[in-house]
């Protein structure tokens, strides 16, 4: 894999914004101090913002101890009451007053050259007669103190790829596919409106609203080969996810837009795998039962779920070591704080 590209501290040539296409940012943010960043990387554009726009899910106050730029094109709003991401994306783009929107989470930063490079294929796409041109990219991947992990998806989507197919097909054991999130993306604001994210879901927002997307035939979803984001992982939120309920009842509700075959691998490479990481066994077997009676899971998917078995196995027993090393450890401390002091005579025995 070759090392993501330098990101240069120089100041970059700006082209100056297009007198026909006007393009809104949508920042939503629950006060993560990673905003600054954020908002920043979005007003640094070499092609302008028209806008950009701060939707807090909850009380301004939420952002009040995180320093902002001063800028003229960026807006601060709040989405009361707390609603979460979908709600608040939506709330975003209704108060945008621009042709084209771009979503960015408030842990990621974009790359100076991203509008850019997606508004000149979103031009590419509409002088091919495609009336919704979605434009993604690719991301370098990230850790919470910095370190760059590698560049993902592998592959991005192709032509005539089916949305389900990209994100939900395993092709690969390792991780690495299937990557598409609103911090890439860049679309009509008029297509945001008419599709907009399902409020209602605590889980596969995003990529239930680009299969409802892509399942129109007015749009074109083209992923872009360059990362052009700094995606964040976080792997402590990970273990503060719904459980896996939330993704068996949305796998079970989408079925129109996925093949079989998608469902029985996003059940497994998903469903299956949440109820692993928050310990939830049973879940897990009840999840794997049902893909057996559907049938039609890929092999990678299998292999997939057997290594995270084998990897929850072993996280588990050493958890299970580690408790009766300390139970351990307190029992000898508690035997040692009983014993008499070193020196010090042992009390006579009164004589019967």
Not at 202 to 228: F, K, N, Y
Not at 306 to 325: E, I, N, P, Q
Request: net charge positive; charged share 25%; glycine share 8%.
């Amino acid at each position: 894999m070759s090392p993501p590209p330098a990101v240069s501290s120089q100041v970059i040539p700006q082209t100056p914004r297009s007198r026909v296409l006007s393009v809104g940012v949508v920042i939503p943010t629950t006060g993560r101090s990673r905003l600054t960043a954020a908002v920043k990387s979005a007003l640094t554009q070499s092609h302008l913002a028209d806008e950009v726009l701060v939707v807090v899910d909850g009380p301004l106050e939420l952002i009040a101890g995180i320093p902002l730029p001063e800028n003229d094109r960026l807006r601060v709003i709040s989405a009361l009451p707390l609603s979460g991401k979908s709600a608040t994306r939506n709330a975003g783009i209704r108060h945008l007053n621009t042709n084209l929107v771009a979503m960015l989470d408030d842990d990621d930063e974009w790359l100076p050259t991203k509008l850019e490079l997606q508004i000149h294929a979103w031009e590419e796409a509409s002088r091919l007669g495609v009336k919704y041109p979605v434009i993604g990219c690719r991301a370098i991947i990230q850790d919470w103190p910095g370190r760059t992990r590698g560049i993902q998806p592998k592959e991005v989507i192709q032509p005539g790829q089916r949305v389900g197919d990209f994100f939900f097909h395993r092709r690969y054991v390792l991780p690495g596919q299937g990557l598409l999130i609103p911090s890439m993306l860049l679309c009509d604001s008029e297509l945001a409106r008419l599709t907009p994210f399902d409020e209602s879901l605590r889980r596969h927002e995003d990529q239930d609203w680009l299969l409802r997307v892509g399942a129109r035939d007015d749009t074109s979803l083209i992923q872009l080969t360059e990362p052009l984001i700094r995606y964040t992982e976080d792997a402590k939120g990970a273990s503060h996810q719904p459980g896996w309920e939330d993704s068996f009842a949305w796998v079970m509700e989408r079925g129109g837009l996925l093949t079989p075959g998608e469902q029985a691998d996003c059940l497994l490479c998903h469903t299956a795998q949440r109820a692993l990481v928050n310990g939830d066994l049973k879940g897990f077997l009840v999840v794997v039962r049902r893909v057996k009676r559907m049938g039609g899971a890929s092999r990678k998917a299998w292999l997939w779920i057997t290594a995270g078995v084998f990897a929850y196995a072993l996280v588990d027993h050493l958890a299970t070591a580690v408790r009766r090393v300390r139970a351990a450890i307190g029992g000898a401390i508690s035997t040692n704080s009983q014993l008499r002091p070193l020196g010090r005579p042992a009390p006579r025995r009164p004589r019967t």
